[in-house]
């Protein structure tokens, strides 16, 4: 099986603008999270989809949004972006619950 | 605030040599798992431990956990440099099963 894809690996954007990145799960998997890893704040919780429906959202502002589409794939997107977005964005596949299958991430530098 | 916290930050040791990781956490859990990153790229899985499990083997790693002392910790037995990495753990709760919630990581460096 394939493992979990992520596009783009690296991006750089200017302050202000968005950024949408996308996940494709593992085939068969139905829940996809996101993760913000920072070298000050460590590997923080976004938010998890579960059949096109968020089932919970960590404590980001209103800015970081998502969505999962019917075939399970997922989006995210940073409106107006600050320098302090600039992290490694993981994505995680599972079934539902336990272990979590991750994505190479995307890179993104806010200039 | 992270659920987990990870002893030591970073371990350095020789090839052949016994590395072991501690982490601590605050709340009761459903489980607790143990993650590798190597520089910077995505994480593996490694190994799962539920909350009424005590030990758990996968090949040179050993999971022991102490729900009573709030703590874990992740032995690599007989380490080669492709362990160089960092370690984390993530703990699960009851309510929330789909949730990781990170430790900040144990650097380890496998020198040969």
């Known amino acids: 099986k394939a493992g979990v894809t992520q596009t783009p690996r690296y991006l750089i954007k200017t302050r202000g603008q968005q950024v949408t990145l996308s996940c494709s799960p593992i085939?068969?998997?139905?829940?996809v999270s996101w993760y913000q890893q920072t070298p000050g704040q460590g590997l923080q919780f976004l938010f998890e989809y579960f059949s096109e429906t968020q089932r919970n959202k960590g404590n980001f502002p209103g800015r970081f949004s998502g969505r999962q589409f019917s075939n399970s794939r997922s989006e995210m997107n940073v409106s107006t972006l600050e320098l302090g977005d600039s992290a490694l964005y993981l994505c995680a596949s599972s079934l539902s619950g336990g272990v979590q299958y991750f994505g190479p991430g995307t890179r993104l530098l806010v200039l | 605030s992270q659920q987990g916290e990870e002893d030591p930050q970073a371990l350095s040791i020789q090839e052949g040599e016994n590395a072991t990781m501690n982490c601590s956490y605050k709340?009761?859990?459903?489980?607790l798992q143990w993650y590798r990153q190597n520089s910077g790229r995505g994480l593996v899985h490694l190994i799962l431990?539920?909350?009424?499990?005590r030990e758990k083997h996968s090949g040179r790693l050993r999971v022991t956990l102490d729900t009573s002392k709030k703590s874990s910790s992740l032995l690599i037995t007989a380490s080669r440099a492709a362990d160089t990495a960092s370690y984390f753990c993530a703990t699960v709760l009851p309510s929330n099963d789909y949730k990781l919630s990170f430790g900040a990581g144990t650097t380890v460096t496998v020198r040969a």
């Open positions: 431990i539920r909350s009424n499990e």
């Open positions: 709340t009761s859990i459903n489980n």
């Open positions: 085939s068969g998997h139905r829940s």
